[in-house]
């Protein structure tokens, strides 16, 4: 996959109307390199422009985007710039190209961070609003002699903003106003998803790049994750959804935040979106799917924002590994899940999965229930009649003949038989 990138693109997505949208403060380095490639990029030349973003510390996810295409494969570019360059009337500054979709950054406590990239992003996973007018709302909302403070303050910093939020005294329909355009104003999604590896929220904002107006990157948990600090985690639950037509897996995250002070209200959270709505009795799936019908299979998300969780799964839905299939059957903690394993050789058994928050990658050992059945490489056949650890059971060999055995689990999940 890839994204389209251009000298003039501000933001990778979800471009703020063009009466927003401020002169870059530098030349961008998409200009500088269709130069360069008009007569073909040599190595030098890239390393040139590594080193110009290197003196930057404001190199945009375009920017590295593209740095990490050139470095991949140069020639596409080159070609490309070439052949517009036989056009009269080729304007540079008007020139687009086909750069890769993922970036990947590591953060000062060594977590890896992936940014997946889309030109053409799902609703689910696009911003919109207007950076001038959710900046001129936030001024509304703090008093005349506190906007000196206000503007010197890092607005990348979640919890300093945290801080200055809760001076204010604000309610919380002021929090969650202030929350919405605070957020539409410092960042962006970049249109599929980030896989934090296990960054905090600050890590994580500190390590990703920004767009050309200035916004960090974060995705739909992150969103949550800096409204959780904004507007208090107290009475707030996150759930994980499918947001894609035709699609029940859950790719998409929200989050509905309660007011014990007005019980028939609440605030559904997605991406940099606060709504309002009606809450009293109504379920969470009814109030999501009030402001947003498209969302369904819903499932709380008890890891919280920002790791991998059960949730991501679906109660039936099977896993391939190799020649086994696993069918999950159910979701028993944020990172447990039970499953059956069935494999070709006629083997069928219970396992336990286990998911890496971080990572997101799960593991599993059998964990053997009554009549679970496992095909021996010499063809015998081993019927569980008790669950256990070791578990009894009747071992019947090729011949027909049956004996009494005991399936024995190691740590490392491997079945042995005695």
């Known amino acids: 996959m890839s994204v389209n990138l251009s000298a003039q693109t501000s933001g990778m997505i979800n471009v703020t109307p063009a009466a927003n949208n401020q002169p870059p403060t530098r030349r961008n380095l998409m200009e500088s390199a269709v130069e360069m490639a008009r007569d073909g990029l040599s190595q030098t030349e890239i390393q040139r422009l590594n080193q110009e973003a290197a003196s930057d510390h404001n190199v945009t996810a375009n920017e590295q985007l593209l740095l990490r295409t050139l470095e991949a494969d140069s020639s596409g570019f080159s070609q490309a710039v070439h052949t517009a360059y036989r056009d009269s009337d080729f304007d540079p500054s008007s020139f687009s190209f086909n750069a890769m979709d993922t970036l990947s950054v590591t953060s000062q406590a060594g977590h890896d961070i992936s940014l997946q990239f889309s030109t053409n992003p799902a609703s689910a996973k696009a911003v919109s609003g207007d950076i001038g007018e959710a900046q001129r709302n936030l001024e509304h909302l703090i008093p005349a002699e506190r906007l000196t403070e206000w503007n010197n303050l890092d607005k990348h910093d979640v919890g300093a903003v945290g801080n200055f939020?809760?001076?204010?005294?604000?309610?919380?329909?002021?929090?969650?106003?202030?929350?919405?355009?605070?957020?539409?104003?410092?960042?962006?999604?970049?249109?599929?998803?980030?896989?934090?590896?296990?960054?905090?929220?600050?890590?994580?904002?500190?390590?990703?790049?920004?767009?050309?107006?200035?916004?960090?990157?974060?995705?739909?948990e992150a969103y949550v994750r800096v409204?959780?600090?904004?507007?208090?985690?107290?009475?707030?639950?996150?759930?994980?959804?499918?947001?894609?037509?035709?699609?029940?897996?859950?790719?998409?995250?929200?989050?509905?935040?309660?007011?014990?002070?007005?019980?028939?209200?609440?605030?559904?959270?997605?991406?940099?979106?606060?709504?309002?709505?009606?809450?009293?009795?109504?379920?969470?799936?009814?109030?999501i799917q009030s402001i947003y019908p498209e969302f369904r299979n819903l499932a709380e998300d008890r890891n919280g924002a920002m790791k991998f969780d059960s949730a991501a799964y679906n109660v039936g839905q099977v896993l391939t590994e190799g020649g086994s299939r696993i069918t999950v059957d159910s979701l028993d903690t944020a990172t447990q899940m039970t499953g059956t394993l069935r494999h070709s050789d006629g083997s069928q058994y219970h396992v336990q999965l286990t998911i890496d928050e971080n990572t997101g990658d799960y593991s599993y050992k059998p964990s053997l229930q009554t009549n679970d059945r496992i095909v021996t490489d010499n063809g015998s056949v081993i019927r569980i009649t008790a669950a256990g650890n070791p578990a009894p059971a009747f071992a019947t060999d090729p011949s027909g003949h049956t004996s009494a055995v005991r399936v024995k689990i190691s740590a490392e999940g491997q079945l042995s038989f005695e």
């Open 165 to 220: 939020v809760n001076s204010l005294n604000l309610n919380l329909n002021q929090r969650a106003d202030f929350t919405r355009d605070y957020l539409t104003a410092n960042f962006n999604h970049p249109g599929v998803d980030i896989s934090w590896g296990g960054a905090s929220l600050q890590e994580g904002i500190n390590t990703v790049p920004q767009d050309e107006q200035g916004r960090s990157y974060l995705d739909c």
């Open 227 to 287: 409204a959780e600090t904004l507007m208090g985690s107290q009475d707030m639950t996150t759930y994980a959804l499918a947001s894609t037509p035709g699609s029940d897996r859950r790719d998409h995250q929200v989050a509905i935040r309660r007011d014990a002070q007005d019980p028939d209200h609440a605030y559904v959270i997605s991406n940099n979106q606060i709504t309002r709505v009606a809450a009293g009795e109504r379920t969470a799936e009814q109030m």
